[in-house]
């Protein structure tokens, strides 16, 4: 089996292919990745020189090059995890956002036509269900809840959805979908809320908490969320879509007091801020579906799963520091000169 594993520079990604290697030694598995300011080559050192594994720097929405990347080898499996992920840089440039998000799963989706694969495995999110009210915590989102974006970066992967399904129902591509509620775990970009906090806080820098702090995610270890996209690869439908949720429904406010408790660190760095633009308030993912389908749940319980998350970075110290400091892009430059 050769899998093509896009975007497997950064966080989900990364996390996935470590699991593929774990999980499936024998296959094949090249991963592409443009290395944006969130692909770090390094996160992959751990696999990069073992047999099987192959990294190839580029652009998704780069018709040429994909064309010639397919022309040069077979995938079974194309797993698109390639994007741009960061909601509040969407806010401010939502250019990149169309391009990579949309044109680019296209431009993988037309390559997988006229090769020929087993799978096109979409990378979604529950972000294009757009959000749930706060004092309603019966709803949920299912797989047939409207698609409401809110914010360029959700409506990006909304579009990129409609277009997955319309190739299938219109070109026949074999497609999955799933749509994941937030990840957390090693190799987490540290922008994002739960590694922020975690550098912050260890550099007794101030915790930026958006408006009171009150909005709650549903938090998804990202060693399960690999699980579920395995289980999907194996046993999904063609043109089905899965939702995959943690069942760890936390405000940020409550995130980021037990990132404190657990550093030993005051409340007191604690500082609000103005609220994002459009700021979801609640995102809750009922996954009954791949629950009964697929057998999949959640192993990790968030008390567990946090505290996991920060000991990685406690131990892995060099990794976001290098990112921190920006020497983690010499790096990247010097691996890939001439390449
Ligand atoms: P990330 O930002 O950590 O990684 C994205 C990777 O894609 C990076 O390595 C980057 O270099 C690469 N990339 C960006 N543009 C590219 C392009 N044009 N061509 C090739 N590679 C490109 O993102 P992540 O958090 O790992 O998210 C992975 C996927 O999961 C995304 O599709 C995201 O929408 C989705 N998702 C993430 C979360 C989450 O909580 N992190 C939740 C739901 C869905």
Redesign the pocket.
Known sequence: MHILV??G?????SNFIFYLAEHHPDWQITC?????Y??NLETLDSVRNKAGFDFVR????DRDFVNDLFSQGHFDIVVN?????HVDRSIEDPGVFLK?NVL?TQVLMDACRRSGIRRFHQ???DEVYGDLPLDRPDLFFTETTPLTASSPYSAS?ASADLLVMAYHRTYGLPVTISR?S??YGPWQ?PEKLIPLMIINALSDKALPVYGTGQNVRDWLYVEDHCKAIDLILTDGQDGEIYNIGGHNEKSNLEVVKTILRRLNKPESLITFVSDRKGHDLRYAIDPARISRELGWLPDTRFEDGIRRTIDWYLENRPWWEHIVSGDYRQYYEKMYRGR
């Open positions: 896009t975007g520079a950064g966080f989900i990604g592409l990745d443009k290395l944006t969130a692909g580029g652009d998704i929405a995890f390639a994007a741009e992920s990579t680019g990378v979604g999110t992967k994941c937030n990840n970009f």
